[in-house]
């Protein structure tokens, strides 16, 4: 079984350029997460979609970060204008269903750096 | 806000030893799970080991296990025989309600 893609893997950008992460969640998981992690920091939860509906973005910033799953499947999250404090890895996570027993299968990570 | 908190921000172990890995966590929800992730380094997180906060037995997953106290709100990670690919990030993490929290994790560092 495929586990959780995302791309790129690596992104450099300067202050106030725009840049989008991908991910395509393990197949028939309708649940999908975006997280940032800040170097030496647990991950914090900025979306969760069900199926291509969200259920919680409440920590996304909205003002700079937009989310989307059109389809149900494949994810973009994308930040306009980054900020310095935006670099991090961007994980990406899905789960078969939402629920609190649900184990959540992590992607690589995208680490971003903002200049 | 409902916090997880990992108080060792390093740990170190000898390889085949033991080692033991603290969590503590708040929670107003009384149905709660409550997990161990390890990210080695370059890698992606993965699940280690699970425990549903209804159960009073403790969780193990062969060299891995956990001592769950519900009262006291800890649940440490305790690793046996420690391997050197046990070396890795280490989160404990909650989920209540729809959201997953994590700790700050724990470095854990193994001797050969």
């Known amino acids: 079984e495929a586990g959780v893609a995302q791309s790129p893997r690596y992104k450099i950008i300067e202050k106030r350029q725009s840049v989008a992460f991908w991910c395509n969640p393990i197949s028939g998981h309708a649940t999908l997460y975006w997280y940032q992690q800040i170097l030496g920091q647990g991950p914090k939860l900025l979306i969760q979609?069900?199926?291509?509906?969200?259920?919680?973005d409440s920590q996304l910033p909205k003002d700079r970060f937009s989310a989307e799953r059109l389809k149900g499947v494949d994810s973009t999250l994308k930040i306009q204008p980054a900020k310095l404090e935006d670099s991090a890895v961007y994980l990406c996570?899905?789960?078969?269903?939402?629920?609190?027993?649900?184990?959540?299968?992590f992607g690589p990570g995208t680490r971003l750096l903002v200049l | 806000a409902q916090t997880v908190t990992q108080s060792q921000p390093e740990m170190s172990v000898q390889e085949a030893e033991t080692v033991t890995l603290s969590c503590t966590y708040d929670?107003?929800?009384?149905?709660?799970?409550l997990f161990w992730y390890k990210q080695p380094p370059s890698r992606q997180m993965i699940l280690v080991i699970r425990q549903e906060a209804y159960k009073q037995q403790n969780a193990t997953e062969n060299r891995f296990s956990v001592n769950f106290q519900k009262a006291a709100k800890s649940f440490s990670l305790k690793i046996s025989d420690s391997q050197l690919g046990d070396a890795a990030m280490y989160f404990c993490?909650?989920?209540?309600?729809?959201?997953?929290?994590f700790g700050g994790g724990t470095r854990l560092m193994v001797k050969p």
């Open positions: 993490a909650r989920a209540a309600g729809n959201m997953l929290t």
């Open positions: 929670t107003s929800e009384s149905d709660y799970y």
């Open positions: 996570a899905s789960s078969f269903v939402a629920g609190i027993q649900e184990t959540q299968y």
């Open positions: 979609f069900q199926n291509n509906g969200v259920v919680d």
